[in-house]
């Protein structure tokens, strides 16, 4: 069945599926989480999980579009873009949709909480496009994942919300985190990548220690730093 004749339930249920839903929810969770830690009205912890939300939907969806024709080449399925369930201009719309959204929501948490997610945002999405399949992988995962705490410690209500800045140690283990998530989301597709010439840092990583001691030594990392972000949150706080 081509996309077309799919019909208007299809194609949502589609764009959501190339949206990477699952990290767009988590992640979407773990900073409302946060932002009820640091002692939020529930009303702006949901201003939060919303933005974050589509924020991370812009980027799973531009993610797709970058990879469809790789994708489509090695017949990977589960990939709308890549099977032909949806067609490319039909995903950049939704795209630009999503970012009309992802501005207004974005500046309600207040002028500078919102410019720093929406420049996360970018910086995902150049890493989307560049450094990809260099060394220099993680630099814009640390970069996106390293503004996150200034998102949530300056935010507020409003456009006028106007909070305190990130501490540096949260700040410093948010971008760590970062590079955890960038080796743990590359593990499952170290194969290809190597067959495809990249040469990201899980793969450089991965060829030197293996994909299965790698693993688990990322799993460990992440744990130790999602923990080490907790205490920092309980004893340092969030903010300066």
Not at 74 to 88: H, M, Q, Y
Not at 137 to 154: E, K, M
Request: proline residues 6%; glycine residues 10%.
């Amino acid at each position: 069945m081509s996309p077309a004749a799919a019909g208007p339930i299809a194609t949502p249920v589609r764009l959501v599926r190339a949206a990477h839903p699952l990290q767009a929810l988590v992640t979407a969770l773990v900073l409302a989480g946060v932002a009820t830690a640091a002692g939020r009205p529930l009303r702006e912890v949901g201003l939060v999980a919303a933005t974050v939300l589509v924020g991370q939907a812009v980027i799973g969806l531009h993610n797709d579009l970058v990879d469809r024709r790789r994708d489509a080449a090695r017949g990977t399925t589960g990939k709308p873009l890549a099977t032909g369930d949806l067609e490319p201009g039909t995903v950049w719309f939704a795209v630009a949709c999503a970012v009309l959204l992802l501005v207004p929501l974005s500046l309600a948490n207040g002028l500078t909480a919102g410019s720093a997610y929406l420049i996360s945002v970018a910086v995902a999405l150049l890493g989307n496009v560049l450094l990809r399949g260099s060394a220099l992988s993680w630099l814009p995962w640390a970069a996106s994942y390293g503004l996150l705490p200034a998102f949530v410690s300056y935010g507020g209500w409003g456009g006028a919300a106007d909070g305190d800045p990130p501490t540096v140690v949260v700040t410093v283990l948010a971008a760590l985190l970062g590079v955890a998530v960038h080796v743990l989301l590359a593990l499952p597709g170290l194969v290809a990548d190597n067959e495809d010439g990249l040469r990201h840092l899980p793969l450089r990583i991965a060829l030197r220690t293996g994909a299965p001691r790698l693993l688990w030594i990322t799993i460990a990392v992440t744990v130790f730093l999602v923990a080490s972000l907790v205490v920092a949150g309980l004893t340092t706080g969030l903010s300066q």
